[in-house]
């Protein structure tokens, strides 16, 4: 019994750091892409 709340334990955990990886991907692609728009347009102009 312990053991199996020991592994529910270590599931939540990793399932947070994937989570917070994912943020973290997904809000640096948002903003690698914004100043990438703020760079590009001023040229295109």
Do not use: S, T
Not at 14 to 28: A, E, G, L, P, T
Not at 31 to 43: A, D, I, K, M, W
Request: charge should be positive; proline fraction near 2%; glycine fraction near 2%.
């Amino acid at each position: 019994m312990v053991l199996n709340e020991k592994i529910v334990n270590k599931l939540q955990r990793d399932k947070m750091v994937y989570m917070k990886c994912i943020f973290v991907f997904y809000c640096f692609d948002w903003f690698y892409f914004e100043v990438n728009e703020l760079g590009v347009n001023p040229l295109c102009k």
